[in-house]
Nanobody, 124 residues
Framework: QVQLVESGGGLVQPGGSLRLSCAAS????????MYWVRQAPGKGLEWVSS???????????YYTDSVKGRFTISRDSAKNTLYLQMNSLKSEDTAVYYC??????????????WGQGTQVTVSS
């Protein structure tokens, strides 16, 4: 059974930082592209960031324009964990953040399984 468990969310002031974690199990973590997706109040799902599969090849990361330079996605294969370091947070970043794996191993196909999410609230 695929499981993705997000943690690290909370209330933070504008300009602050948070580090989200996603503990993965039930699949071969290193063989899947991983994603962070968020849903702001009253909005639909928005892709935030992607990271390619683990291994000896180069690491590739991608970000939506609104978070470039502020967020960093990374993965630790030894711990089966995905991370999202969020700096210089803005009120516009307030959302439930989900981690997701790709539908197909070693391919970019579509979002597959996802976790239950963790709430990030940026407010003074």
């Amino acid at each position: 059974q695929v499981q993705l468990v997000e943690s690290g969310g909370g209330l933070v002031q504008p300009g602050g930082s948070l580090r989200l974690s996603c503990a993965a199990s039930g699949f071969t973590f290193s063989t899947y592209w991983m994603y962070w997706v968020r849903q702001a109040p009253g909005k639909g799902l928005e892709w935030v960031s992607s990271i390619n599969t683990g291994g000896s090849h180069p690491t590739y990361t991608y970000y939506t324009d609104s978070v470039k330079g502020r967020f960093t996605i990374s993965r630790d294969s030894a711990k089966n964990t995905l991370y999202l370091q969020m700096n210089s947070l803005k009120s516009e970043d307030t959302a439930v953040y989900y981690c997701a794996k790709d539908y197909d191993a070693e391919k970019i196909t579509a979002w597959g399984d996802w976790g239950q999410g963790t709430q990030v609230t940026v407010s003074s």
